[in-house]
């Protein structure tokens, strides 16, 4: 009788802690749920210049950052402690490179669980085209005209040097480009007088049978 009291007693432990386990356990499906819900987390930025010096050939950025579409059942962390996405907001970043974890924030054995980890590397913003944006939105494709781009080995009397030679390429490309659309309507000009020519001889000649 006691043995078999005492294997209904292991059988009733074993069933309870099985049932908890069932409950809590962190299982494929909610880590796959939860890392569904981290992957539609997006980070934007936005910038603006907080010094410039245009004789030293420099600017210093602020960046701000926002983290958007973040779930309840996630938290956001940052440099070891947790933010919300309006902290994030709110917060003004120098340094290109950020790091964001985003964990688990459930009732369940995934609580506090890193679902992913988010680099965000901010471009950085051309001094240049921030000193001559008119210049440069008037001419969008030469190399050094782009919003974005590390110019640090490059002077600025350089870059122009380069501007006045894609200037002048360019004019010359324009020129072609006209020389070459004048020589096409001046070819379609003769060969329709060659053959309205043509025709109104052989509509005569026609005549001259009759």
């Known amino acids: 009788m006691k043995k078999i009291f005492k294997y209904l007693s292991l059988i009733i432990i074993f069933l309870i802690t099985?049932?908890?386990?069932?409950?809590?356990?962190?299982s494929t499906k909610e880590m796959n749920r939860l890392k569904e819900l981290a992957n539609n987390v997006k980070f934007t930025y936005s910038y603006q210049v907080e010094e410039e010096s245009k004789?030293?050939?420099f600017i210093i950025v602020l960046y701000k950052i926002e983290a958007l579409n973040l779930s309840s059942d996630l938290r956001l962390s940052y440099d070891g402690k947790i933010v919300s996405a309006?902290?994030?907001?709110?917060?003004?970043?120098?340094?290109?490179?950020?790091?964001?974890?985003?964990?688990?924030?459930?009732?369940n054995l995934c609580t506090?669980?890193?679902?992913?980890?988010?680099?965000?590397?901010?471009?950085?913003?051309?001094?240049?085209?921030?000193?001559?944006?008119?210049?440069?939105?008037e001419n969008p494709d030469f190399k050094y005209c782009q919003?974005?781009?590390?110019?640090?080995?490059?002077?600025?009397?350089?870059i122009d040097k380069l501007f006045q030679e894609y200037?002048?390429?360019?004019?010359?490309?324009?020129?072609?480009?006209?020389?070459?659309?004048?020589l096409y309507i001046l070819i379609g000009i003769s060969v329709a007088v060659i053959i309205t020519i043509t025709l109104v001889i052989k509509h005569r000649k026609n005549k001259e049978d009759l």
């Open 86 to 107: 309006n902290d994030i907001k709110n917060m003004s970043f120098y340094n290109r490179h950020q790091v964001f974890e985003l964990y688990s924030y459930v009732d």
């Open 55 to 57: 004789e030293e050939e």
């Open 167 to 182: 200037i002048k390429k360019d004019d010359n490309n324009s020129s072609k480009k006209n020389n070459n659309y004048l």
């Open 112 to 137: 506090d669980e890193l679902i992913k980890k988010v680099v965000v590397d901010l471009p950085t913003v051309n001094s240049y085209y921030y000193f001559n944006k008119e210049k440069c939105l």
């Open 147 to 158: 919003e974005f781009l590390d110019i640090k080995d490059i002077s600025y009397e350089e």
């Open 18 to 26: 099985s049932n908890v386990y069932a409950i809590d356990e962190c």
